[in-house]
């Protein structure tokens, strides 16, 4: 496609369960971000990919948190025994190169936990 | 660490008047530069970026801003505000030392709203 592409674009969440977060990004960008986006704040980053390579996890919030690249395409972001406060909306957005180039982001996944 | 300011939540500004949205940002080095726009259920949209060079950058749908070194600041502008600007804009920062990491720190967001 010609953007980077989120599913689902909405997911309800019983507190506990696990979910899985999925990010196509644009054809043949080097690098991967995720963001997290809680209501009326600017995204706060997640962590980063070069290729596969996962270089900077540093916003992981906690260890139930977990993002993986396997091929260097597709991304899976996922949450394990989802909590209230992690219901907000998952940004995902790449970039042809690292450094100076901006990121094309998607339009998210609004994660509700209830 | 870095860090992004946007002292307005909101601005309000008339159609056809001149628009400024204001950004301040702190890091240790040098900075590259980036205002995003977001509109309702939608993704972030890049309008323009500092990376070198001429302070003033010229971006999409006709905004501008203005990279002051010396006030560490990034305020976005349009000469001629219109009702379809009306969204929510975001700043944000990234180092450009490297192995600084990629990653973009973001302001909290100022919700632009233009009246007829």
């Known amino acids: 496609g010609a953007g980077v592409s989120q599913s689902p674009r909405y997911k309800v969440a019983k507190r506990g369960q696990d979910v899985a977060l999925r990010c196509d990004p644009i054809?043949?960008?080097?690098?991967l971000f995720w963001y997290q986006q809680a209501l009326g704040q600017g995204p706060e980053f997640l962590t980063y990919?070069?290729?596969?390579?996962?270089?900077?996890k540093s916003g992981l919030p906690s260890d139930r948190f977990f993002a993986e690249r396997p091929e260097g395409s597709v991304s899976t972001l996922k949450i394990q025994r989802t909590q209230q406060e992690d219901s907000a909306v998952y940004l995902c957005?790449?970039?042809?190169?690292?450094?100076?180039?901006?990121?094309?982001f998607g339009q998210g996944t609004r994660l509700t936990v209830v | 660490a870095q860090s992004v300011a946007q002292p307005e939540d909101q601005v309000n500004v008339a159609e056809g008047n001149p628009l400024t949205v204001k950004c301040t940002y702190s890091?240790?080095?040098?900075?590259?530069l980036f205002w995003y726009v977001q509109y309702p259920n939608r993704g972030l949209q890049f309008l323009l970026k500092?990376?070198?060079?001429?302070?003033l950058v010229k971006g999409s749908y006709g905004f501008e801003a203005e990279f002051n070194k010396s006030q560490t600041s990034f305020h976005l502008k349009k000469p001629s505000a219109l009702v379809s600007d009306s969204a929510l804009y975001f700043c944000?920062?990234?180092?450009?030392?490297?192995?600084?990491?990629?990653?973009?720190?973001f302001g909290t967001g100022t919700q632009l709203k233009v009246e007829l």
């Open positions: 957005a790449s970039s042809p190169g690292t450094g100076n180039t901006e990121a094309f």
């Open positions: 054809s043949g960008h080097v690098s």
């Open positions: 990919f070069q290729n596969e390579a996962q270089l900077d």
């Open positions: 890091v240790s080095g040098n900075p590259y």
């Open positions: 500092y990376i070198t060079g001429d302070n």
């Open positions: 944000a920062v990234r180092l450009t030392r490297t192995g600084g990491g990629n990653k973009l720190t």
